[in-house]
C-alpha cells in the first residue's frame, strides 16, 4: 500500500499523559499536513510541513502541541500533558507541490485519541 | 486568513434529484477551490478542483463552477444515487487549505 498510513489508529489515554502520532506520507510528496477533526465537524487545520521545514501552525494551537517532520519524510505529532478536549481524530495528509495534482490532499486514515 | 461557509446538512434527497450544496468563501487573493468527500467508514478523498476562475471541475457526475465574482463553489449532481450518500466538505486554499463544516448527505432509494 502505498498511501498515507497513520499509527497508531487508535489511542486511549488519561488526562495528563503524553501521546504521539506518526504519519508516513507517500514517497514523493513535499508537503504533509496535520489537521485534528472532531464529530460533525470539518478537519481544523493544525500545520503543515515543507520537506522538514514547519511553514505554518494554527494560532489556535496550544503550546503542548509539537509536530517534527526531522527528514522530510515521516512526521510525528506530540501532545504533552493531555487533556478531555483533546479527544479527536488527527488526519494526516500529504500532497506535492507542483504537477497535474498539485494541491490535491491525501489523507490517512487518521489516528483517534481518546483521553479519558 | 481564508474562511469558507458550506450549507448545513443533514440534507436527505430521494434517488434521482437534484442536488446543490452551497459553498462560500473568503480569502485574499484568489486560491484553489476544492470538494472533499468522506465516504462512511473511509478517509477523506478528494472529489474534484478548480484553480482559477470560471473553471469548472468536475468528477462522478458532480459538477462546481470557481465564481469569483460572488466568491462561490456551490457542487451541483443532477441525479443522485444512493451511492452519494456521504459528507461533503468545501475547502478553498492553495499552501494552507481550510476546511467547511461538512454537509451530510442521506439518498433515499
Known amino acids: 500500500d502505498t498511501g498515507v498510513s497513520q499509527d497508531p489508529r487508535h489511542k486511549i489515554t488519561k488526562r495528563g499523559q503524553n501521546v504521539t502520532f506518526r504519519c508516513d506520507p507517500i514517497?514523493?510528496?513535499?508537503?504533509l499536513y496535520w489537521y485534528r477533526q472532531t464529530l460533525g465537524q470539518g478537519p481544523e487545520f493544525l500545520t503543515y510541513f515543507q520537506n522538514e521545514a514547519q511553514l505554518e501552525k494554527s494560532r489556535l494551537l496550544s503550546d503542548r502541541f509539537s509536530a517534527e517532520r526531522p527528514k522530510g519524510s515521516f512526521s510525528t505529532l506530540e501532545i504533552q500533558r493531555t487533556e478531555q478536549g483533546d479527544s479527536a481524530m488527527y488526519l494526516c495528509?500529504?500532497?506535492?507541490?507542483?504537477?497535474?495534482?498539485?494541491?490535491?490532499?491525501?489523507f490517512g486514515e487518521g489516528s483517534r485519541l481518546t483521553v479519558l | 486568513g481564508n474562511s469558507v461557509t458550506q450549507m448545513e446538512g443533514p440534507v436527505t434527497l430521494s434517488e434521482e434529484a437534484f442536488l446543490t450544496i452551497n459553498c462560500t468563501y473568503t480569502a485574499t487573493g484568489y486560491p484553489s477551490l476544492f470538494w472533499y468527500v468522506q465516504y462512511p467508514g473511509e478517509g477523506l478523498q478528494l472529489l474534484l478542483k478548480?484553480?482559477?476562475?470560471?473553471d469548472k471541475g468536475s468528477n462522478k457526475g458532480f459538477e462546481a463552477t470557481y465564481r469569483k465574482e460572488t466568491t462561490s463553489f456551490h457542487l451541483e449532481k443532477g441525479s443522485v444515487q444512493v451511492s452519494d450518500s456521504a459528507v461533503y466538505f468545501c475547502a478553498p486554499g492553495d499552501d494552507k487549505i481550510i476546511f467547511g463544516k461538512g454537509t451530510r448527505l442521506h439518498i433515499l432509494p
Open positions: 514517497s514523493e510528496h513535499n508537503r
Open positions: 495528509a500529504s500532497s506535492l507541490l507542483a504537477g497535474p495534482n498539485t494541491g490535491e490532499l491525501f
Open positions: 478548480a484553480t482559477k476562475a470560471d
